[in-house]
């Protein structure tokens, strides 16, 4: 048998399936020449970290980075380009100063501290603080009025001594916790060491927070720990940020379906990024990398019987605002059901497998798409599968309609993630190879799927994905986002 012929049947398990990816092998090859020959993923990120730099939504550079896609895709030779407007409240920061103080008042020092979105407009607030562990839920209910009236100090991770199966919480969560019981305001220490400090949003719903919140570093955190476990102390906290109604725009790219354009495969990643550097990790890698994934497709003329939508969404660091209003918007027209699978790549690079989102029937065909993939080149490990569920990104809200996600699996040194967020998110962190490999593997399987005789997840019906999400312990934190779909449960 032809080794082609071998990796038809691996993808599509038959006689009928060999037909109809008849080639696919060849087309492998020739996305892999190309890539690695023309990839401009690389270069069109340095360029815009340059040029550009940060792509706060709502921000001036927000809207030159929106263009500046829009015009690669463009140029790319993509006729089907659009921007999709959403509106949203914008927020940025201002000046912040937080003090420790003596019970007595007396300023005992000044902590090194940023604020987190959406804190409010303007802050003065003085309260003794005290320690919420982790800032979770049971660690208010071991003393509910613990926190009412003070300024919460809690982990942004899960503290030493955590039971084991603990899940941890979003920011945001933590912070509606702290808004929940009555705090006045909340300091999160970064789990990340050397005076890191983490920025992002403190909001479940993207709309200004009643209470402030902050960042504060890993050193300060632990040591303000161990001296509340001596005396009480108090923190004196300032701050003023900017609020209002902007608009911002998603920028989408369509490659029709040649025999199911009504069927759509979404590729996306956040374009948006924090204001504290350019936000190369996140989300340059996965927005520039998609970007170069539909260059790729045009480049070579690929065709798909499905409907390939190359989706940049805006507004993610805010609360999903781009991805949001991507599903209301397709909600209200009816085309919702069009969407048949969401591949969302966020701080993806260099690609060594691909994991389905937790849908368990989906793990034999990406595991025999990734042995394609992988006789190919090695470098791509095969280190896939049915994965599970997780939240706070792009895929979020499609996945609470039912419809299956996946993404890839990332091989970057953790490092890196010690910038998540954070003023040293630049592009000297990136390694060009890494976007290379992102680009090539990725486009790979999205021509797999693209043409795979039948789809290997189906959108699940609302009873169905409400187990899907308890069955992957996330009830609690959509609960507490105000993001479970089924009310009064």
């Not at 969404?313 to 009816?334: N, P, T, W």
């Not at 599970?388 to 809200?397: E, K, M, T, V």
């Amino acid at each position: 048998m032809k080794k082609h012929v071998l990796l038809f049947t691996l993808l599509t398990g038959g006689v009928s399936g060999m037909m109809a990816q008849d080639g696919l092998q060849t087309v492998f090859e020739s996305i892999n020449t190309e890539v690695l020959s023309n990839s401009k993923a690389y270069e069109t990120l340095k360029e815009s970290t340059i040029s550009i730099g940060h792509r706060l939504t709502g921000s001036v550079n927000g809207k030159k980075a929106e263009q500046q896609v829009f015009d690669l895709l463009k140029s790319y030779g993509y006729q089907d380009v659009r921007f999709q407007p959403f509106e949203v409240e914008s927020w940025s920061r201002g000046h912040v100063h937080l003090d420790l103080l003596s019970t007595s008042g007396e300023k005992i020092e000044e902590l090194k501290a940023v604020t987190l979105a959406h804190s409010p407009v303007r802050v003065n607030e003085s309260a003794e603080i005290v320690d919420m562990g982790s800032g979770l839920e049971e660690d208010y209910l071991a003393n509910p009025g613990k926190a009412k009236g003070k300024i919460v100090l809690a982990s942004l991770w899960l503290s030493a001594g955590s039971k084991p199966g603990t899940q941890n919480l979003h920011r945001s969560e933590k912070t509606a916790l702290a808004i929940k019981y009555g705090a006045k305001g909340i300091m999160l220490f970064n789990g990340v060491k050397n005076g890191v400090l983490l920025t992002g949003t403190a909001s479940v719903t993207g709309k200004l927070n009643p209470i402030p919140a902050v960042c504060i570093t890993n050193e300060d955190g632990l040591r303000l720990r161990e001296m509340l476990k001596e005396k009480q102390y108090h923190a004196k906290l300032s701050m003023d940020n900017h609020s209002g109604p902007i608009k911002a725009r998603n920028v989408i790219a369509t490659l029709p379906g040649t025999k199911y354009p009504n069927e759509k495969i979404i590729v996306c990643g956040h374009l948006d990024s924090w204001d504290l550097a350019t936000g190369a990790t996140d989300n340059g890698l996965g927005s520039f990398a998609i970007v170069d994934m539909a260059r790729t497709f045009k480049k070579l003329n690929l065709k798909t019987e499905r409907t390939i939508e190359f989706v940049l969404f805006m507004g993610e660091e805010q609360g999903l605002l781009g991805s949001r209003a991507y599903v209301a918007d397709a909600i209200k027209k009816k085309s919702l059901d069009q969407v048949k699978y969401v591949f969302n790549f966020d701080m993806s690079a260099n690609a060594i497998g691909f994991t389905a989102g937790g849908r368990k029937e989906a793990e034999a065909f990406f595991k025999s798409t990734g042995e394609a993939i992988k006789a190919i080149d090695t470098v791509f490990q095969n280190k896939t599968s049915a994965g599970g569920a997780g939240l706070h990104s792009d895929h979020q809200p499609f996945m609470l309609q039912g419809i299956p996600t996946a993404t890839s699996v990332t091989n970057i040194p953790s490092e890196v993630f010690r910038c998540y967020h954070a003023d040293c998110d630049d592009i000297n962190l990136i390694n060009r190879s890494w976007m290379v490999d992102q680009v090539r593997f990725s486009t790979m399987f999205l021509y797999a799927i693209g043409n795979a005789a039948e789809l290997p997840a189906k959108r699940m019906d609302d009873a169905t994905t409400k187990q899907f999400l308890i069955d992957n312990k996330l009830k609690e934190a959509l609960q507490i986002a105000g993001d479970w779909r089924w009310k009064g449960e």
